[in-house]
Nanobody, 120 residues
Framework: QVQLVESGGGLVQTGGSLRLSCAASGRIFSIDDMAWYRQGAGKQREAVASVTSGGTSNYADSVKGRFTISRDNARNMVYLEMTSLKAEDTAVYYC??????????????WGQGTQVTVSS
């Protein structure tokens, strides 16, 4: 009933920037927290950044000062601006959102992921 679709991943050199976007669609009543996670090869999925519906954000220590999360509540979108990228940022990035559907269901929804590769 609801889905998240990420875009904006790709290949970038060390020190470069990328902007990820995630669009929520479907029978959405409201969205609580939205977040970005990532999973590197052979690693566990980890939280990168999150933002509440009111705009309060939190970041993993490894990305503080380099990444910025933002959201557009009117468009049901969340963004991740990534700067000063490092090789260790290479991972599949996943969008996550706590969505309340029109039918009254609370759905912990994940996107399909988008690959970010940082080359040295």
């Amino acid at each position: 009933q609801v889905q998240l679709v990420e875009s904006g991943g790709g290949l970038v050199q060390t020190g470069g920037s990328l902007r990820l976007s995630c669009a929520a669609s479907g029978r959405i009543f409201s969205i609580d927290d939205m977040a970005w996670y990532r999973q590197g090869a052979g690693k566990q999925r980890e939280a990168v950044a999150s933002v509440t519906s009111g705009g309060t954000s939190n970041y993993a220590d490894s990305v503080k000062g380099r990444f910025t999360i933002s959201r557009d509540n009117a468009r049901n979108m969340v963004y991740l601006e990534m700067t000063s990228l490092k090789a260790e940022d290479t991972a599949v990035y996943y969008c996550n959102a706590q969505i309340h559907t029109v039918g009254g269901v609370r759905s912990n929804t994940w996107g399909q992921g988008t690959q970010v590769t940082v080359s040295s």
